[in-house]
């Protein structure tokens, strides 16, 4: 999948001139967390979120720094933020330095962006045109639409079959025990035996064993060692863990 296939076509946007309480309002009316900003011949020059709105003159939530931080910070860096909490307009308070992809864009590469840069939207253009915007919602969506087509796991018709696809899922993970793992499965029921040196590979290893069609429940019988000292922890809860 890419962009053009998720993305949000009908794209509702602001103009720089605007004032900033016209851009809080839109927002607002169309449950959106930010506005692409597009100047009157079409052109996107920047974005303005929901979180320009942080820290503002009219809740009185400017930042308030010591005069020595403010002296190391410099009058420039202090200048733009009273420009950001004071400024009337959207052109004052946007992000101009826009991350943008183009309707090609693969899926992959806009989460990337996304995390990279800890955004939550990414226009979409098709050459100089704003043709859309990914939104992370828009990726739970396709997420969702997605799971709801998928055809149904064909269940393992016995426990050898369950256990190879289990041992075949763990080869490909870096962070799997290896040979100090045993998984032994009896009536669909995955008891895990071995040892672990880090107690978040116990939650990986029973969602290796949950994502097999026909898992009915995980045992978890690992042992943490800590590499360290040495100290030796047993499973804290033995018992059944059901498929829900």
Known sequence: ????????????????????????RLMLQHRISGLPVVDGEGNLVGVV??????RRRETKTEKRRSRWLEFIMGPGKIAEEYTHTHGS????????????????AALEDI????????????????GAALVGIVTRSNLMRAMVS??????????????????????????????????????????????LFGVITDERQRDALRVVCENVAGVQAVKDHLCWIDP????ALEASDIAERPRH
């Open 1 to 24: 999948m890419n962009a053009s296939d998720v993305m949000t076509r009908e794209v509702v946007t602001i103009g720089p001139d605007a004032t900033v309480l016209q851009a809080a």
């Open 49 to 54: 979120s929901e979180g320009d709105f942080l």
């Open 228 to 231: 360290t000292s040495g100290v």
């Open 89 to 104: 307009r959207v052109d004052e308070v946007m992000t101009r330095d826009v991350q943008t992809v183009d309707e090609n």
């Open 146 to 191: 997605i799971a709801r087509v998928a055809p149904a796991p064909q269940s393992p018709k016995d426990d050898g079959a369950i256990r190879s696809q289990i041992l075949a899922e763990l080869e490909k993970q870096h962070w799997a025990p290896g040979s100090s793992l045993d998984v032994v499965v009896r009536d669909g029921v995955v008891e």
């Open 111 to 126: 989460i990337e962006l996304m995390e990279k840069y800890r955004i939550k939207r990414v226009p979409v253009m098709s």
